[in-house]
Nanobody, 117 residues
Framework: QVQLVESGGGLVQPGGSLRLSCAAS????????MGWYRQAPGKERELVAT???????NYADSVKGRFTISRDNVKNTVSLQMNSLKPEDTAVYYC???????????WGQGTQVTVSS
């Protein structure tokens, strides 16, 4: 069993910041890629940012320069620092990991981020 527990969501004003964290636990041999995705009401889930085991990062164009993804390979955590938040960043944010050696995929339960004045 693998569990992903997310934290850090909430309500923030436009221009504000939030930091999301996701901790993975359970029967994990090793984690390959880690990432954050989001789903706004009425829209499909979309990629926000990913980070590989070698710390290569990839960002959606809409968040480049505002969001930063990082990981701690000892603690099996991934974080997303979100700055200069906009109302269009409002969504449920999900953590996702892919594990070695078989490429199993696991999702967190989601955390709500609301950007509103």
């Amino acid at each position: 069993q693998v569990q992903l527990v997310e934290s850090g969501g909430g309500l923030v004003q436009p221009g504000g910041s939030l930091r999301l964290s996701c901790a993975a636990s359970g029967s994990i041999f090793s984690i390959n890629a880690m990432g954050w995705y989001r789903q706004a009401p009425g829209k499909e889930r979309e990629l926000v940012a990913t980070i590989t085991s070698g710390s290569n990062t990839n960002y959606a164009d809409s968040v480049k320069g505002r969001f930063t993804i990082s990981r701690d390979n000892v603690k099996n955590t991934v974080s997303l620092q979100m700055n200069s938040l906009k109302p269009e960043d409002t969504a449920v944010y999900y953590c996702k990991i892919t594990t070695f050696p078989f490429g199993h995929v696991y999702w967190g339960q989601g955390t709500q981020v609301t950007v509103s004045s």
